[in-house]
């Protein structure tokens, strides 16, 4: 397998390249403009033809970097099934296989940071986006966020993961790297000793609506 994680370091959000080695097909998983000329010396670097670009979740600047990606290196764009405002080629539910050369990402749905949110789990490997972060977890006040759904799909589909799962996030301000399941659900603050009622109170506190 080839795997590259690539970091911005501005915005601390990351980007991640899976590849078949065998077949040279590659994936690549939240592509952040910022980093797309890294993305391309990488993809060419390790000879892969790029099949796919998956989204974890959709807003402005990622609808702009997928599409910028495919123009550039082609590939076709991989959406959660309830982004319907978003320009994808292929929209995917929960617990649907996405297959590129001989290799198989898991998509695990997770609403709550957006309704369309989405993981994908590749071999020991869980790629959160926004919605499970290290020691955190993504706000759920923009594009029609709710927090209890979000806790759901985290308790519920993510924690329920072997332990030893590791957890790459979209983002982290701390550059830390990766996570585990049993890290996460031991540590997390947003979610140890919490009740679902706990959460929705503790993410009113820290994300207060606009006025």
């Known amino acids: 397998m080839l795997f590259q994680q690539i970091r911005n370091a501005p915005t601390g959000a990351y980007s ?4 078949d080695r065998n077949t040279r097909v590659g994936i690549v998983i939240d592509p952040v403009a910022e980093s797309q000329d890294v993305l391309l010396a990488l993809i060419g670097d390790l000879d892969l033809d790029l099949h796919l670009i998956l989204l974890t979740h959709v807003h402005a600047s990622a609808d ?4 910028a990606l495919r123009s550039r290196a082609g590939g076709s764009i991989v959406v959660g099934s ?6 994808a080629d292929l929209r995917v539910t929960h617990d649907a296989h ?4 001989d290799e198989v ?3 695990i749905g997770t609403p709550g ?3 369309c949110s989405v993981c994908y789990r590749w071999r020991d490997r ?5 919605t499970l972060l290290i020691g955190s977890c993504g706000d759920t006040t923009l594009r029609d966020g709710d927090p209890g759904i979000l806790f759901d799909s985290v308790v519920n589909r993510l924690f329920i993961l072997p332990p030893e799962t590791l957890v790459f996030p979209g983002l982290d301000p701390n550059g830390r790297t990766v996570s585990t399941i049993a890290e996460e659900k031991t540590s997390n603050p947003c979610f140890s000793s919490r009740s679902r009622d706990m ?3 503790q993410m009113a506190a820290m994300y207060p609506p606009s006025s």
């Open 98 to 101: 996405i297959v590129f050369g």
């Open 105 to 107: 990402v898991h998509v």
């Open 113 to 115: 940071h957006t309704p």
């Open 199 to 201: 959460f929705v109170t």
């Open 126 to 130: 869980l790629f959160t986006g926004d």
């Open 16 to 19: 991640y390249i899976l590849g």
């Open 64 to 67: 702009q970097s997928a599409a």
């Open 82 to 87: 309830a982004c319907n405002d978003m320009q």
